[in-house]
C-alpha cells in the first residue's frame, strides 16, 4: 500500500515557525507533485499550498508571504515552511502527494499532523 507520512507538526507561539515534512512510505517512490491542506476546528478542509511537477508553487491569500512550499533535490519529500505563524494557522494539515514508481503513480493522503499556535 502506497502511504505519504507528515511529520513536524506541534505546539508552537504565535510569531513562531515550523516546518513539516512529507514523504512516500518508501524511498523507491517518488513525489512528483503535492499539495498540502489544513483543517481547523469546525471548518473545511481548504487549499494552502501546492507544489506543482514544473515546480512551480501556489498558496492561498491567507498564508502569502508566511508560508513555502518546496521539494527536495531528489524528489522524495515535500516540505512546508510556516513563518509568523498565527493562532487561525491551527488546524490539522494533511499532505496531499501525487507519488510515481516506475510506470505507476497514485494519489495519497497522509494522516495528518496536528499544528498549534498559541496566542
Known amino acids: 500500500q502506497v502511504q505519504v507520512v507528515e511529520s513536524g507538526g506541534g505546539l508552537v507561539q504565535a510569531g513562531g515557525s515550523l516546518r513539516l515534512s512529507c514523504a512516500a512510505s518508501?524511498?523507491?517512490?517518488?513525489?512528483?507533485?503535492a499539495g498540502w491542506y489544513r483543517q481547523g476546528p469546525g471548518k473545511q478542509r481548504e487549499l494552502v499550498a501546492t507544489?506543482?511537477?514544473?515546480?512551480?508553487?501556489n498558496y492561498a491569500d491567507s498564508v502569502k508571504g508566511r508560508f513555502t512550499i518546496s521539494r527536495d533535490n531528489i524528489n522524495k519529500a515535500v516540505y512546508l515552511q510556516m513563518n509568523n505563524l498565527k493562532p487561525e494557522d491551527t488546524a490539522v494539515y494533511y499532505c496531499n502527494a501525487h507519488v510515481i514508481y516506475l510506470s505507476s503513480n497514485w494519489n495519497v493522503w497522509g494522516q495528518g499532523t496536528q499544528v498549534t499556535v498559541s496566542s
Open positions: 518508501r524511498t523507491s517512490f517518488s513525489i512528483n507533485a
Open positions: 507544489y506543482a511537477s514544473s515546480g512551480s508553487t
